[in-house]
């Protein structure tokens, strides 16, 4: 019973978010109940990547489903905290009066509004899953809500830092440009880190690996993809 209202109160502060994104990263910048706010959204988000994992992971076998469901929580997760302290020194550096669990917070609601959005999109993969049997027609699909959703991750992250920010303070234009860099590099640590830990697909024609031995790149992969969904070798 205790533990059904915690996670009620848990998913209660993530529909907070998505419904009143600009209350929220208010309440950010005053500092209102940080730390609440990031063990619910690291509940939450963690629970919708493992979905989301689980089910891709099924276009290859149940025990690579088990395998995606705990790599894409640790994906998204990581390159949180592999790309944070960049960004934190760099702004406490040129001015910014914002605490480390702030920027952590805000960095992980966008990380929740992705997990949110995949969730939104696992009953169209669900679907394509059991009724098409392309594996890269489905490594594709994924690749693009991947996409998708991470750019809308990215631009949320974006307003949510300019809305912490301290408008007046010296060093603001500095930390605008130093966050557009930011977000480069975190899409490239984020995809760099994904090739890493791969399969989390898995193709079916393979045996089941936990990792795969490093060399190409995602790029290439993704290119390698088109080419065989559109029939050329």
Known sequence: MQHSFKMSN????????????????????????????????????????????????????????????????ILYLLTVLICLPTLYIFNIFFGSSRSLAQHFLVVLTAASVISALLIAFAPVTLFFLITTNNYQFFKLLNVAIFIFTGIIGVHFLYQGMQLISDPDSDGQLTRTRLLQFWLVLYGFVGSQLGWTLRPIFGSPNTPFELFRQLQGNIYLDIIKAISEVLGFH
């Open 10 to 73: 848990y998913f209660g502060v993530l529909i907070g978010l998505l419904r009143d994104r600009k209350g929220f990263l208010e309440e950010i910048r005053q500092g209102t109940k940080i730390n609440h706010k990031i063990i619910a959204l690291l509940v939450c988000s963690s629970l919708f990547f493992a979905v989301y994992g689980a089910i891709i992971g099924l276009s290859h076998s149940p025990i690579q489903g088990m395998s995606a469901a705990i790599k894409l929580p």
